[in-house]
Nanobody, 124 residues
Framework: QVQLVESGGGLVPAGGSLRLSCAAS????????MGWFRQAPGKERDVVAS????????YYADSVKGRFTISRDNAKNTVYLQMNSLKPEEKAVYYC?????????????????WGQGTKVTVSS
């Protein structure tokens, strides 16, 4: 139904920055909560950040507060994740997600749609 395509992953040194983008299909993008999850090697898939349809309400995992910023451009059907001061343990596959039901994206069970993921490598 809804397709999500991530881009912007790559190799970055510790302390560096990356900006991820997610392009979404559909005419009702502005109605969806959007977000980002990540899965590091050998670890669970956990939420990084999420944002309401209007962009007013945002949620961040405690580990990324003050360093990451989620934003969206509804005219372009795109959500972004600006990641600053990256740490080696944040090497992971980052997934764009969407929720069509009311409510913020916080855990895996709150997600309705998943992108294919984009790999982020942080060197030490």
């Amino acid at each position: 139904q809804v397709q999500l395509v991530e881009s912007g992953g790559g190799l970055v040194p510790a302390g560096g920055s990356l900006r991820l983008s997610c392009a979404a299909s559909g005419r009702t993008f502005s109605n969806y909560y959007m977000g980002w999850f990540r899965q590091a090697p050998g670890k669970e898939r956990d939420v990084v950040a999420s944002i309401s349809g209007s962009g007013i309400n945002k949620y961040y995992a405690d580990s990324v507060k003050g360093r990451f910023t989620i934003s969206r451009d509804n005219a372009k059907n795109t959500v972004y994740l600006q990641m600053n001061s990256l740490k080696p343990e944040e090497k992971a596959v980052y997934y764009c997600v969407a929720r069509r039901r009311p409510g913020q994206i916080v855990v895996v069970t709150t997600v309705d749609y998943w992108g294919q993921g984009t790999k982020v490598t942080v060197s030490s």
